[in-house]
């Protein structure tokens, strides 16, 4: 139940083109969903998240679409570029007041590779 | 900038040699976490600290050790490492009040010979 699963595990898309990343989670306690970039060699870094009391939010070229209901989110990037080769983790925490309130659940992780 | 350093960003130690990771940071946080990342592998938590609350993941062997001597140092110890232990370690900060907020440092690549 504690899990978050992932999909594609790859993705490969030409520049300008629109990568879907897709995540599933079963514990309805979590809340808090962001998405995280990770370059080889770097630690991940915070890119967008997104509550249940919304559907989708923006930030630039990045979009999580959320579906409560289905328990599904997802990340869209738009315009892609070769510079957004990277691999993204999405990942859920529970809400505020419990035990594991800040502790992630990650997914397996998605490498994404923009050609030229 | 304010920011998370770990170091070093890469450690090669010997099979049983212990070996002590370092992070510190100037945001100030008052939750520091410890991740294990092997390759192609999402981030595990290891233990963390709510100031100097020490909290561990029921899963996170008795060989990996962590001290906090102050709000901006947070040190993670292998008292024995193994080969499976060679991964990136990253360390994590948040705010107490939004600690879904994880700021993570550049890791620390271990590699056990």
């Known amino acids: 139940q504690q899990q978050v699963k992932q999909s594609p595990q790859s993705l490969i898309v030409q520049k300008g083109g629109i990568p879907i990343i897709n995540c599933a989670y079963e514990n309805t306690a979590f809340d808090y969903f962001p998405w995280y970039q990770q370059f080889p060699g770097k630690g991940p870094a915070l890119l967008i998240a997104i509550r249940p009391d919304v559907s989708e939010k923006k930030e630039g070229r990045f979009t999580i679409s959320f579906n409560k209901s289905a328990k599904q989110f997802s990340l869209h990037i738009m315009d892609s570029q070769p510079g957004d080769s990277a691999t993204y983790f999405c990942a859920a925490s529970p809400n505020a007041g419990g035990t594991s309130y800040g502790k992630l659940t990650f997914g397996q992780g998605t490498i994404l590779t923009v050609h030229p | 900038d304010a920011m998370v350093i770990q170091n070093p960003r890469y450690q090669v130690t010997q099979f049983g040699k212990p070996v002590t990771l370092s992070c510190s940071q100037t945001?100030?946080?008052?939750?520091m976490y410890w991740y294990q990342q092997k390759s192609s592998q999402a981030p595990k938590l290891l233990f963390h600290y709510y100031d100097k609350d020490f909290n561990n993941e029921a899963d996170t062997p008795d060989n990996f050790q962590s001290r906090r001597p102050n709000t901006s140092f947070c040190f993670l110890d292998i008292r024995s490492p193994g080969l499976g232990d060679a991964a990136m370690y990253l360390c994590?900060?948040?705010?107490?009040?939004?600690?879904?907020?994880?700021?993570f440092g550049p890791g620390t690549r271990l590699t056990v010979l």
């Open positions: 945001l100030n946080h008052n939750v």
């Open positions: 994590a900060t948040s705010p107490l009040w939004s600690r879904n907020e994880q700021f």
